[in-house]
Structures are given as C-alpha cells and as structure tokens.
C-alpha cells in the first residue's frame, strides 16, 4: 500500500463502493484512493486459518460476526477513510442498525492485518492507529516472516507473541485461543 499523496479532490465511502471492480480492491484513506494487491497465497492462508478460528468461537457463543478482506469499514467521515483488514470481528449488538449492503459505519471490535512484503512499517502503524482511534478494542499484526503476532489493545499497550505464544481473544471473544505456531503451520505438504 503506498502513502496517498495530498490531494485537493478527495472522494467520499459512496464514491469508492460505486467503483467497478477491479482486480485488486481499494481502500480510502482521508478521501484518497489507495490500491490493495491481492495477496499471496500464505498471506490468504493465514488469514483464513485466523479467520475460521474466529469464526468457530464467535458462532458457537453468538458473540458476532467474522468478516475477510472484502469488506469495507468506514472509520471517518469528512474526509472518509475506508479500510479493510484482512479478518476482523464485530460484536452482534454492534451491528444492529447496520446495512450490510454497504460498508460498515463502525470499526471493527478486533481488526487483523497480516503483513505483506510490499507492506512497510509507517503503513501498519498509521493502520493500527486508525482501528484504534476509531474505536478497535484489539489490532492484531501478523508478521509471517518473523513468526510474530503483535497484539495492539486499546489502551495503546502491545504484546509481541512468537511460537511459543498462545494469542487469545481476551475481553472481545471470550474463550478464543489458538497457538501463534498453529497461525503459521502449513498442512497438506
């Protein structure tokens, strides 16, 4: 993702969903465009191993729903910033009223951004505090390179986890667990 550059005409959540589709997907950040490359294939397996995870809890409780990458969250109005972590989590009471035809006008309670290699750190870092600013309760770094999963909370404290690590879902998701070295098994080989 590259850093927008300052631009006089911004666009607003409405003009981005109007957008015909594309290869890859966009998000906007203070009214600019930015391109989203589709991801590699582990970076979709890790998210997906994440994400199913999340999801097995969150409906075996009824806590909420997971969400991939596909879907929008509007964070500001005036100038818009729209962004789509790789999985995220929203908590049932929180989506009422919702229209989930469109993007959803919240942030989600747990957004999970796993890194890319164009990815730098200025970018997950100004992303992290975006979720957080607008209200994330948990932001979730997922470094595959490095075998880490950093765990940003809303007080703006952070934990690093490694292998040996057991990252869980805290007051969020209730009863979430799974092991950091698990995130980043590779089965069927």
Same mark, same amino acid.
């Given at each position: 993702?590259? !850093?927008?550059? $300052?631009?006089?005409?911004?666009?607003?959540?409405?003009? *981005?969903?109007? *957008? $015909?589709?594309?290869?890859?997907?966009?998000?906007?950040?203070?009214?600019?465009? =930015?391109?989203?490359? $589709? /991801?590699?294939?582990?970076?979709?397996?890790?998210?997906?191993?994440?994400?199913?995870? *999340?999801?097995?809890?969150?409906?075996? #409780?009824?806590?909420?729903? =997971?969400?991939? /990458?596909?879907?929008?969250?509007?964070? %500001?109005?005036?100038?818009?910033? &729209?962004? +789509?972590?790789? !999985?995220?989590?929203?908590?049932?009471?929180?989506?009422?009223?919702?229209?989930?035809? +469109?993007?959803?006008?919240?942030? $989600?309670?747990?957004?999970?951004?796993?890194? +890319?290699?164009?990815?730098?750190?200025?970018?997950?870092?100004?992303? =992290?505090?975006? %979720?957080?600013? #607008?209200?994330?309760?948990?932001?979730? @770094?997922?470094?595959? &390179?490095?075998?880490? !999963?950093? @765990?940003?909370?809303?007080?703006?404290?952070?934990?690093?986890?490694?292998?040996?690590?057991?990252?869980?879902?805290?007051? &969020?998701?209730?009863?979430?667990?799974?092991? !950091?070295?698990?995130?980043? #098994?590779?089965?069927?080989?």
């Amino acid at each position: 993702m590259a !850093v927008p550059s $300052p631009r006089t005409d911004t666009l607003t959540a409405e003009a *981005l969903a109007s *957008l $015909p589709d594309h290869e890859c997907h966009f998000e906007l950040i203070e009214g600019a465009l =930015v391109k989203v490359s $589709p /991801a590699s294939g582990s970076h979709g397996r890790i998210g997906m191993r994440i994400g199913w995870r *999340l999801m097995e809890i969150a409906d075996a #409780a009824g806590l909420g729903d =997971v969400f991939n /990458a596909d879907t929008g969250f509007i964070l %500001y109005r005036d100038p818009d910033t &729209v962004l +789509s972590p790789d !999985v995220s989590f929203v908590r049932s009471e929180r989506l009422l009223g919702q229209d989930e035809d +469109s993007f959803l006008e919240l942030a $989600p309670d747990l957004a999970v951004e796993v890194i +890319s290699p164009s990815n730098t750190a200025r970018e997950i870092s100004d992303k =992290v505090m975006m %979720y957080l600013d #607008a209200g994330s309760a948990l932001v979730w @770094v997922v470094e595959p &390179v490095r075998r880490i !999963v950093t @765990v940003y909370q809303s007080d703006r404290t952070a934990r690093i986890l490694s292998d040996s690590d057991t990252l869980d879902g805290g007051e &969020v998701l209730p009863g979430f667990s799974l092991p !950091v070295a698990d995130i980043f #098994a590779r089965t069927g080989r």
